[in-house]
């Protein structure tokens, strides 16, 4: 393999590898190998590990460690990679929740990366929200309420964009391929979401996502179409009062700060061509309201992008698929996506 050479500073793409029993650390290197990463990204991870993983699947990849801050090492089947211990031993499939600080500290170097100036941007492959808990974690709900505490802030908001609405226009934005999916609330068991759903959680997050649409996606003038919580949204009240009694007030209040917000539509019909024609993201109400359709809509090449942060992350749109670990069966393309995703935000906020 060609030695390695150092390429002049450029702040790259921070990717936390993710749960090391996962997928995450082979589609990390599936991209290095065949070439597909860009060029300015970092992994963040156990370079041995990583190292390991690679031979497993034959995969020509050499792990490089480096500092962040420092030039990354680049060259045919480089990988430069951020160090972190693991906490102990790795075998694909098998979770050790001995290993939940070690992810949390993969994701901990990103964050502190991009405030500090070293990196652009973060990508996340997935972790293991069980593994998290059972390892000193109860609280533990995912990235998105993570990265919410970590960067100090009060709301985010999770959005997941299929591969071509990445790069639709309003004028194509038409599903069913073309689809942004904000959520007004994330990982909630369903008999809480209702109470989740108030009028001040609708209008932070639709404050958020428009205004984030605005300045991350280049959208002037956002156009957002809302889902009822209900069915038939309720249909006037008979199928529940949520509807009358908080979404459609929230969102006229809403509109009288100028966003341009339409519905709230009944779920079961929103996800159709007509109705997302000219609009540029849709407000589900809870998580499975949504991702059901986007994931069926354009799965593997979805990203999911976290609203409200000052910095800008990016992850994929599936889990971390113990059973395909160690057998080079997994897909990066949705990795892929990410990267280049958050490559384009970042630039977007720079710019």
């Not at 589609?27 to 190998?33: F, N, P, R």
């Not at 209702?194 to 009028?199: G, M």
């Not at 069926?296 to 990016?314: C, D, E, H, Q, W």
Request: with cysteine; charged share 15%; aromatic share 4%.
């Amino acid at each position: 393999m060609p030695a390695a050479t150092r390429a002049a500073p450029c702040l790259p793409v921070a990717i936390t590898t993710g749960e090391p029993a996962g997928i995450g650390p082979e589609l990390v290197l599936m991209l290095a190998a065949n070439g597909t990463l860009p060029a300015a990204s970092v992994a963040v991870g156990d370079p041995a590990m990583l190292a390991r993983r690679a031979a497993r699947l034959g995969l020509a990849v050499t792990p490089v460690p480096c500092r962040p801050g420092e030039p990354l090492a680049q060259g045919a089947g480089v990988l430069p990679v951020w160090p972190v211990s693991l906490g102990a031993p790795c075998t694909p499939g098998v979770t050790e929740p001995a290993n939940a600080d070690y992810v949390l500290e993969t994701l901990q170097m990103a964050v502190d990366a991009c405030r500090d100036g070293h990196a652009a941007a973060m990508t996340t492959a997935p972790l293991h929200k069980g593994v998290i808990i059972e390892g000193g974690y109860p609280d533990f709900t995912g990235h998105t309420e993570w990265l919410r505490d970590a960067c100090g802030v009060e709301d985010v908001v999770m959005l997941l964009a299929t591969d071509d609405a990445l790069h639709a226009t309003r004028k194509d934005y038409a599903g069913p391929s073309a689809l942004r999916v904000a959520l007004a609330t994330t990982h909630l068991p369903l008999r809480e979401v209702a109470d989740a759903v108030t009028a001040g959680c609708i209008q932070r997050v639709a404050r958020i996502l428009h205004a984030d649409l605005r300045d991350q996606f280049g959208i002037a003038t956002p156009r957002i179409a809302v889902c009822g919580l209900n069915p038939h949204a309720g249909e006037d009240g008979h199928l529940g009062r949520e509807e009358l009694d908080v979404v459609i007030p929230a969102l006229e209040a809403l509109r009288d700060e100028g966003l341009d917000l339409r519905g709230p539509y009944p779920a079961d019909t929103l996800f159709t061509p007509r109705h997302l024609a000219g609009v540029d993201a849709v407000l589900a109400m809870y998580h499975d309201q949504g991702l059901a359709v986007l994931k069926y809509a354009g799965f593997g090449s979805a990203a999911n992008i976290t609203l409200g942060l000052p910095l800008v992350r990016t992850s994929v749109d599936h889990g971390t698929a113990l059973d395909m670990a160690g057998t080079g069966q997994a897909s990066p393309s949705s990795l892929g996506v990410a990267v280049t995703l958050a490559h384009q935000l970042a630039q977007q906020r720079a710019g």
